[in-house]
């Protein structure tokens, strides 16, 4: 779980430089909140208290929630998804081991699908958008205007004075940007002939996707994870996108690169969908399951009417993962299958 956890570290710093503070300050709110429940939990199974912390899943868990959640988020909408996905997804079925969905992105699912308003409005700070003509990201905004949205009872005046609400090109990922508004910065930069590393904040997602790549090609390195999955879900979205994207098609949003690096197809491929809890387990049962998962994220992307499509699509590749071990059960050595046309 620490290997997990310092994989994620290079995205985590590229998107707070991008994003500003309210993207740790969702991390540690998410961090206390999960130390703070799994503490309650303990009490209540009569357990140790730090024998629940010492796993470290709940951070993974946290640190997963908190990154896919729009900066600065207030406070109570973290609270909410946390003891979902704790309480809920995670201890309500035994606990770790024992969850049969991957407790950060059913915390999600909820507040997705509870608060739409708060899960897509991601607020740039007012009067402290500022440029930088050699990387042009957007720069920290104040400690003090982050907190003032997380906190809004600790804002010394009203909320409205430290935010702009973000209009229909400002949205969490590119790819979700080019399916409301018809256009895409990246797809601007690109025409422009910027540099990755020239352009606005609006292109921030690719270096993101870049750093989980790299945490993830450390997984892999570290033998972590196994390759099946990642491969598998990146693979599956990469052949969709190359079969039914057009230039001239209006019905089909995003390119290859597009949903590769300009939406969450890394993070979810290498740190999400690799869950070992909720994830099949069998060789081959991890191909099946990763291709699976690509094939509704790409599905729910361009047909689906939901903007976010990891979340969804792990849940489902959760919900499949027993069947699909069970179907893909190895031979035992020096064993007949019993089943089927095997004797």
Known sequence: MLWVIAACIPAIITATWFFGYGMLLNILQCGFWAALLETIVARLRRQVWNG???????LVSAILLGISLPPGSVWWLVLL???????????AFGGLGHNPFNPAMCGYVMLLLSFPLQMTA?????????YDPLFSPLQFESLTTSIALAFPFLAPGPVADFRAVADGLVMATPLIEQKLAGNSAVFAALDSGNS?????SGTGWELINLGFL???LLLLFRKIISWHIPVSVIAAVAVMSILFYSDKSMNVV????????????????????????SAATTPVGKIVYGLLIGGVIYWIRVWGSYLDAVAFAVLVG????????????PRIYGHYRRTGPWK
């Open 81 to 91: 998804g946390m003891v979902f996905a704790l309480l809920v997804a995670k201890h």
């Open 254 to 277: 995003g390119s290859t690169y597009l949903h590769l690096f300009g939406s969450a197809t890394m993070i979810g491929a290498f740190f999400i969908a690799t869950d070992p809890v």
């Open 196 to 200: 990755l590393f020239s352009r606005s």
């Open 214 to 216: 790299l945490g993830g």
């Open 52 to 58: 629940l912390l010492r796993d470290n899943s709940a």
């Open 318 to 329: 959760n919900f499949c993962a027993p069947l699909i071990d069970q179907l893909t059960l």
């Open 122 to 130: 991601w607020h740039i700070p007012m009067a402290e958008i500022r």
